[in-house]
């Protein structure tokens, strides 16, 4: 049980262009997910909290309109990186809220802006 | 202070032996205490959770938490190649966090041959 797909897995784009990355709780309904970024030998950076019908909560110094989440329903949430340049590149995270806090990491989507 | 600190190690260990891995977290308020396992390349994987004071044991894995004093410990029993890998320790309810999970840096663990 708790399986979190992350689709998709690798993304090459172009400098400001716009890339979308889906989140699935598979097997479960996640009111809450979480979106990390982790920069190469860093930790996990949350970007923001995504509860289902409502709008996410940033966390501080992420941009909102950079970075645009929807969780419509209680198996997904997407992140939208808008006009991506070269310093977003990083590798994207989710997880889903299951139980007493406990999460469940998707496998991630590492994302190279060229 | 960090709010949830760990020694970056590497922490290298023989197979077979039994690896430690701690955690220290700042909130006292804290409810809920994760360890995590992230290889490279890859994302982070839940291998335990506990909620209360004690020991919480599940195959080779031993979760030890202790609120007094404000810690928790991994503990890897006959610990094999396959566990080399940076553990991160999260730990939920944290004063005004919400559901968030804050986590640790992680500790680098390298088992050897």
């Known amino acids: 049980g708790a399986v979190v797909s992350q689709h998709p897995s690798r993304v090459i784009c172009k400098s400001g262009t716009s890339v979308k990355i889906e989140c699935r709780s598979l097997?479960?309904?996640?009111?809450?997910m979480f979106w990390y970024r982790q920069f190469p030998k860093q930790s996990l950076m949350l970007m923001a909290t995504?509860?289902?019908?409502?709008?996410?909560?940033?966390e501080q110094g992420v941009e909102k309109d950079k970075f645009l989440i929807n969780h419509a329903s209680l198996t997904l949430s997407t992140l939208t990186v808008t006009s991506a340049h070269p310093e977003d590149s990083s590798f994207y995270i989710c997880s889903a809220g299951q139980g007493f806090d406990e999460q469940y990491f998707g496998p991630g989507t590492r994302l190279t802006v060229t | 202070q960090k709010e949830v600190e760990q020694n970056s190690g590497p922490l290298s260990v023989p197979e077979g032996a039994i690896a430690s891995l701690n955690c220290t977290y700042s909130?006292?308020?804290?409810?809920?205490f994760f360890w995590y396992r992230q290889y490279s390349g890859k994302s982070p994987e839940l291998i335990m959770f506990i909620y209360s004071n004690g020991d919480k044991e599940d195959g080779r894995f031993t979760a030890q938490l202790n609120k007094a004093s404000q810690y928790v410990s991994l503990l890897i029993r006959d610990s094999q190649p396959s566990d080399s890998a940076t553990y991160l320790c999260a730990v939920g309810g944290v004063t005004g966090g919400g559901n968030k999970l804050t986590f640790g840096t992680g500790t680098q663990l390298k088992v050897e041959l």
């Open positions: 995504s509860n289902e019908g409502s709008k996410a909560t940033y």
């Open positions: 097997d479960f309904q996640a009111t809450t």
């Open positions: 909130d006292r308020g804290s409810q809920s």
